[in-house]
């Protein structure tokens, strides 16, 4: 069993910048990948982007420049960066653990951008 725990969501004004944060612990192997996932209300739940356990990251092109995945080597804890954000950004983040083939959720983090 994997524990996924999301944090760092909050208020910032347009333009400003966040960090959220995603913490796996628990049953975790050598190979997996940790994904950030964005779901606003009445829309599908959508990609965002993620890491591998070697190190490989990937962000979805349209936030490509503004979002940067990243990683604490060892502690299994990954940060999504998001800069320049905008009120269409606001939303729930969610973290997902893949392992093989068990999928592991976070609760979310809320994200709010206003002035």
């Known amino acids: 069993q994997v524990q996924v725990v999301e944090s760092g969501g909050g208020r910032v004004q347009p333009g400003g910048s966040l960090i959220v944060s995603c913490a796996a612990s628990g049953s975790i192997s050598s190979r997996y990948e940790i994904e950030w996932f964005r779901q606003a209300p009445g829309k599908k739940r959508e990609w965002v982007g993620g890491?591998?356990?070697?190190?490989?990251?990937d962000v979805v092109n349209a936030m490509k420049g503004r979002f940067t995945v990243s990683r604490v080597i060892g502690n299994n804890t990954v940060f999504l960066k998001m800069d320049n954000l905008k009120p269409e950004d606001a939303t729930v983040y969610y973290c997902r653990f893949v392992d093989g083939h068990n999928n592991y959720w976070g609760r979310g983090t809320q994200v709010t951008v206003s002035s």
């Open positions: 890491i591998g356990s070697g190190g490989i990251t």
